[in-house]
């Protein structure tokens, strides 16, 4: 029986036992390992020391007969080559060993070598200078030379030299040549086993004798053991060069397996070693480790054999009750345990008997009453007026639903699929619909799946009538997916008809705002310096003008602001942006080449936000903390009348947005002259700092009410015009006495309706304009060229102040001479559409006169499908082109439809405001992948797109539609996006009762998308 309790004792108690004996077994073969370990290693270690003795002795031996004969030759101290020739001949007839030749090499240059063969050297022999000569002259003893060719046999010797002396005096070499092929059959005659082999390594590590033919040494070289098979024997000289001799187990030359023992070769300083094969070194371990699990698998046997009727025995009428509690949970009430013992399990089982009676009485009064109920419940549901019904995960409706449903479908619809009988010869819709209430029950997120629910139809035509449809998610314990969708069906059709014949009244939304006379500038500059730092130069960095472009225009806005607050005193702030100003200037090179995140540092390092917060709390140690309060509080706060507009574009229809709107932005219109308000008061401030006397300016006209956010801009860019005039235009007052003019001099600006618009007429009556200067400046600074400036009329050579960096004054001081001041006016000039003329007298004064068109209008004109459906498709095409790289092949023309047919992923964004619509974007299987691959930084795991490219989707549908909305006409403050979901689903369609769809498909090489845009407004379309 799966999981009783019978199983889990056997397999504890067997588990115990298992683990003991485990344990047993584990220590003994460790103890018997190492000992049998110990005991092998014991043996390698004698074997290979036994054989390197008798090499050792054999050494010894051809060593001891070579050191005779040299004691000889000193003690004789005959040493002419008669007697030495004949001595070696008569010692080398009479060896009885492998020697092949004694010689003598002379240290006297002019002896020749004397050998016991005969042989006799090239004339150009020079035997002090062969290795066997200078190694036993260096060490002065008898030394043994790695293998060489030897010059007289052409074959492979080693060499043993010992010097003989006359006294003190060096009077040779005497040394003796042993065939190589000797000693490696000296060495390979050592065989333990077939599988074994014997190797010999000289002092530095070469081979001397091995079984492979290529570690063998040549006549041009030895093979050294650290060099061989990429290091495959460096382990074995690095034991050696410790001194140390362990058993090393190493993969052999042959790929197979070996143990290595080691053995110093004391005469000689080299090394023995024996090769063991792996399995023959660990056998008796092997056979160690079977015979301890042999005995561990017999000892579990015998001991699952006495434990399994035993447990039986104990365990039976436990079995028993639970036999008795499997039948009563299937609902077999007269089920009874048989257990009468008089333990724990007697009195558990006495137990349950008495519990079943119990609950067999319940249950009968139980099922009385829920019948009862039921029938209440449905008798209340009949009555309700709406249907009701539920489905689970399969999505077929359950046996429980109230009589309106039969009503309203005309058939039993108990254990019918849900979303046939929805759409029933819609076989898309159907579709659509089980893909998406299957995502819907897939969803754990119960935010995404409310964002899910929404996908889902609310209103149908059901046999001619107008159906609405609520979705409620419901636990439901009895369902295997722990909960339902339960479906509440009205019949609306009585209610849509009223609502053609009701005429909307809505109460106009009117607020009454009083704006405390001439808000200080202080706030005004503050806020806009606050917008330009949190919003201005994102958006500039972030814009697709030129780098050149959007750092001249953060230049021209840090300069405004340094006049601005300049007036203001703000000292702190004042030399911030001063400095900052200067860097751009000299840094304007590097900051073409920074991106958009190093320029927002750079500026960021210049802590301007913290020089102004310096200067505002010196105005409130001075003026309390409640200044600032006090002063920006309005009847209808502005950012309140802000908080109400967002509020109306996300909670109300279009029609109602379109109607209030206009009424919140006539709140904000101001007189026109409130804009230069500041202006007579700094322009006196900035003359007395110049030493210059002014008459007090005096603004006249302007009282026509107008968009103050429109024209701001511009309004505060005319401080450079007034800084201008005062710093460049008028004279001192020694100078205008000298002129004949009045010492005060004279600065008006007159605003005025005309022809159409408004015009800003700001005038001097000092030194005048200097043409001849300014086209000089313009040549030197390479403006234009030449022929150019010598063609323009004195009219379009004044137009020449506003070209960037050009200056009439040579130096650059905190009040001008950058030559950005009027670049800036005409900058904001130019946004607006207007035009400027200037005149200008030599000596008497110059004159700016600006026409702005007018901007009185508030009401939110109609606007066309094109003009929103056209900045998406274009937007979309360069998305893909300029984002992921990939060409537009063919696109179809703009279609408009009442369903639209998805691919197999697609995206959903809702659009509120003046607006009420659903952007839909659609990609097939191929180019989801190549998306997901594009638009992912980390490398993805080819096959694993599908679970990315939801995300990816919507992150594209999200840009493509969040770009777009600046190009759409007047209207893209007046729209607000909400969050995208999507949907995965095959041969689906969409379509919504009361709106349009305008459709376009894109075919690219690496697939299929389709832009849809559903529409529940009626916007005039030219289609």
């Known amino acids: ?157 080693i060499t043993l030299a010992d010097p003989i002396r006359d006294g003190d005096r060096l009077l ?134 006495i434990i399994l009727p035993v447990v039986r025995s104990l365990l039976r009428p436990i079995e028993d009750l639970h036999q008795a ?33 119990i609950i067999q009485e319940y249950n009968v009064g139980l099922e009385r009453k829920v019948e009862e109920r039921t029938a209440a419940i449905r008798n209340l549901l009949d009555n309700a007026g709406q249907g009701f019904l539920s489905f689970g995960s399969d999505l077929q409706i359950n046996q429980e639903y109230s009589s309106e449903c039969k009503r309203i479908f005309g058939f039993d619809i108990a254990g019918q699929y849900f979303p046939r009988v929805i759409f029933p010869g819609d076989e898309a819709e159907k579709q659509f619909l089980e893909n998406a209430l299957q995502t819907i029950f897939g969803e754990e997120d119960e935010y995404r799946r409310g964002v899910y629910l929404s996908l889902l139809p609310e209103e149908l035509m059901i046999n001619g009538r107008h159906i609405q449809l609520e979705y409620k998610v419901i636990a439901n314990r009895r369902l295997k997916d722990n909960y339902s969708i339960m479906l509440i069906i009205t019949d609306i059709t009585e209610k849509r008809c009223l609502e053609k014949q009701m005429e909307e009244e809505r109460e106009l939304l009117e607020m009454v705002v009083k704006v405390v006379a001439n808000r200080d500038d202080f706030l005004e500059y503050r806020n806009d310096f606050q917008r330009f730092c949190i919003h201005g130069i994102g958006e500039l960095l972030d814009s697709d003008l030129p780098r050149d472009e959007v750092i001249a225009e953060i230049y021209r806005q840090i300069h405004t602001f340094k006049g601005g607050f300049a007036q203001m005193k703000m000292g702190y702030l004042f030399n911030q942006l001063h400095d ?51 002063d920006n509080k309005l009847l209808i706060d502005e950012q309140k009348l802000l908080e109400i507009k967002q509020k109306i574009i996300t909670c109300l229809a279009p029609w109602e947005c379109k109607m209030l709107l206009p009424y919140i932005k006539r709140l904000r219109f101001r007189p026109f002259k409130e804009l ?136 650059v001081s905190s009040i001008s001479g950058r030559g950005m001041g ?17 005149s200008s007298e030599k000596d008497r004064g110059t004159r700016f006169c600006f026409w702005l068109p007018a901007h009185d209008k508030i009401d939110i004109e109609d606007f066309s499908i094109e003009e929103i459906i056209n900045p998406l498709l274009e937007t979309a095409r360069e998305f893909f082109s300029r984002e992921i790289g990939i060409n537009l092949l063919h696109s179809t023309e703009v279609e408009r439809k009442k369903r639209q047919e998805l691919l197999r992923i697609t995206a959903f964004i809702t659009i509120k405001g003046v607006v009420r619509s659903y952007f839909i974007l659609s990609v097939d299987e191929e180019l989801g992948r190549y998306l997901v691959q594009a638009m992912t930084m980390d490398e993805i795991e080819s096959g694993t797109e599908e679970d990315f490219v939801e995300d990816v989707l919507a992150e594209c549908a999200n840009m493509i539609l969040g770009n777009s909305i600046k190009l759409f006409p007047g209207i893209s403050e007046l729209v607000m996006l909400e969050v995208p979901v999507t949907l995965y689903s095959d041969q689906t369609a969409i379509k919504h009762l009361q709106a349009d769809i305008w459709t376009c498909d894109f075919l690219f090489e690496e697939g299929r998308l389709r832009l849809g845009l559903i529409s529940q407004e009626e916007i005039y379309s030219c289609l």
């Not at 056997?10 to 298992?18: A, S, Y």
């Not at 024996?274 to 561990?296: D, N, R, T, V």
């Not at 077999?332 to 558990?348: I, Q």
């Not at 073409?592 to 540092?601: C, G, Q, T």
């Open 325 to 357: 509690v499997g039948r009563f949970a299937d609902k077999d009430f007269s089920a009874r345990s048989p257990v009468t013992s008089a333990d724990e399990v007697g009195e558990l089982s006495n137990n349950f008997n008495r519990m079943a009676d």
């Open 580 to 630: 900052c100003e200067s860097e751009i200037s000299a840094s304007r090179d590097e900051l073409r080449e920074m991106s958009a995140v190093e320029i927002k540092d750079f500026l960021d390092s210049f802590k301007l936000f913290e020089a102004m917060a310096r200067d505002i709390s010196l105005l409130e140690e001075v003026l309390g903390e409640e200044f600032l309060e006090h």
């Open 676 to 811: 230069l308000r500041s202006y007579p008061e700094s322009v006196s401030s900035l003359a007395e700092s110049l030493g210059k006397s002014l008459l007090p300016l005096r603004i006249t006209g302007g009282d026509m009410l107008v968009d103050s956010d429109y024209y701001h801009d511009f309004c505060k860019s005319l401080l450079h015009v007034f800084r201008n005039a005062i710093d460049h235009g008028l004279e001192s007052p020694e100078d205008r006495l000298e002129l004949g003019k009045n010492e005060y001099g004279i600065i008006s600006c007159d605003i005025k309706e005309e022809d159409g618009g408004i015009a800003v007429v700001i005038s001097d009556d000092g030194r005048g304009i200097d043409i001849n200067l300014l086209k000089e400046q313009a040549l030197d600074r390479g403006i234009y060229d030449e022929e150019y400036i010598e063609g323009l009329s004195c009219e379009e050579a004044l137009q020449l102040i506003f070209a960037d960096s050009l200056s009439s004054k040579e130096e």
């Open 822 to 838: 009027m670049p800036a006016v005409k900058a904001e000039l130019d946004k607006l559409g207007g035009k400027v003329e200037i």
């Open 172 to 305: 040779g070499v005497l040394a003796a040549d042993i065939l190589l092929t000797d000693v490696m059959k000296l060495a390979q005659d050592v065989h333990i086993d077939k599988e074994h082999y014997s190797f010999l390594l000289d002092d530095c590590y070469n081979f001397i004798v091995h079984p492979h033919p290529d570690f063998q040494p040549l006549a041009s070289e030895s093979r050294n053991a650290s060099q061989v098979m990429q290091g495959l024997y460096r382990p074995l000289t690095e034991q050696i060069q410790e001194g140390r001799y362990p058993i090393i187990e190493l993969k052999d030359y042959d790929n197979s397996k070996r143990c290595f023992a080691l053995s110093e070769i004391k005469e000689t300083g080299w090394t023995f070693g024996i090769a063991i094969p792996h399995s023959e070194y660990f056998g008796p371990l092997k056979k160690l480790w079977y015979g301890f699990a042999l005995a561990l698998a017999i000892s579990l046997f015998i001991g699952f054999i």
């Open 1 to 157: 029986m799966r999981n009783s309790l019978k199983s889990r004792f056997i397999i504890v108690v067997f588990t115990v036992c298992f683990c003991c004996l485990l344990v047993v077994s584990l220590v003994s073969y460790y103890n018997s390992y190492i000992l049998v370990r110990e005991e092998t290693n014991q043996v390698a270690h004698e074997a290979v020391n036994r054989y390197a003795s008798e090499l050792n002795n054999w050494f010894m031996q051809q060593a001891g007969v070579l050191h005779a004969i040299s004691q000889d030759i000193e003690i004789n101290r005959d040493f002419s080559d008669e007697y030495l020739s004949l001595y070696l001949m008569e010692k080398f007839q009479r060896r009885d060993s492998c020697v092949i030749d004694y010689y003598i090499g002379f240290a006297d240059s002019n002896r020749k070598m004397v050998c016991a063969t005969g042989w006799v050297p090239p004339e150009d022999y020079e035997a002090s200078t062969r290795e066997w000569y200078k190694e036993a002259v260096k060490n002065n003893k008898l030394v043994y030379i790695t293998p060489y060719l030897d010059a007289d046999t052409k074959e492979m010797v």
